[in-house]
């Protein structure tokens, strides 16, 4: 410490003596350690456990996964239709979203660009493409664009065309 007061001014000495001290606590809370009435065996209670009030936090709690599609026998009030009870022998399989929804979207991009997504297809997406673009020449009397991506096996078809797609995947039984 003397060498380092030779080398450097008397404030920067002071701040290094700070630094420069033997482990332990601080020395302003040397004293305050005998301060405190607290018995020494306060800090190792366990706090005790009520097991009747957990049913009220229990309904606060979400469910951990989605319940089984319940069983219809058609359409719902709202309008949900279940999956067949087997998939369709089809060379393409469309899964259900995880609320058991039929994953077909729509989007509007650029402030006009009208677009529907197919999400969820698993198979032959060419098939399904072919399949689709078929349908919709049937029902709009005109072939739509459509695009496919391979890596994320999802469709987009120009227009919103969403009732007419969920409709016809509902009939196919997906």
């Known amino acids: 410490m003397a060498a380092l007061r030779r080398a450097y001014p008397a404030v920067l000495c002071g701040a290094l003596r700070v630094y420069i001290r033997a482990p332990g606590p601080p020395a302003s809370a040397v004293g305050l350690r005998f ?9 190792t ?8 009030e957990y049913k009220f936090v229990e309904r606060l ?3 951990s996964r ?3 599609a319940p069983a219809h026998a058609g359409r719902s009030p709202s309008g949900w239709t279940p999956p067949a009870d087997t998939p369709p022998p089809l ?3 469309v899964r259900r979203s995880r ?5 077909v979207y729509t989007d509007m991009t650029h402030g006009s660009r009208r677009t529907t997504l197919v999400r969820k297809v ?13 349908h919709l020449k049937e029902v709009m009397g005109m072939e ?21 797609l969920k409709e016809w995947l509902a009939s196919k039984g997906f």
Not at 99 to 103: F, K, V, Y
Not at 122 to 134: S, V
């Open 35 to 43: 301060v405190s009435n607290a018995a020494p065996d306060d800090h």
């Open 61 to 63: 709690i979400p469910p």
């Open 45 to 52: 209670r366990v706090p005790l456990e009520s097991t009747e």
């Open 122 to 134: 698993e198979g032959d997406i060419w098939a399904l493409e072919k399949d689709i673009k078929q």
């Open 144 to 164: 739509p664009l459509t695009q496919v991506n391979e890596v994320s096996m999802t469709l987009k078809v120009k227009g919103h065309v969403e009732s007419e």
């Open 66 to 68: 989605v319940p089984a």
């Open 99 to 103: 609320m058991h929804n039929i994953p």
């Open 91 to 93: 060379p393409y399989m």
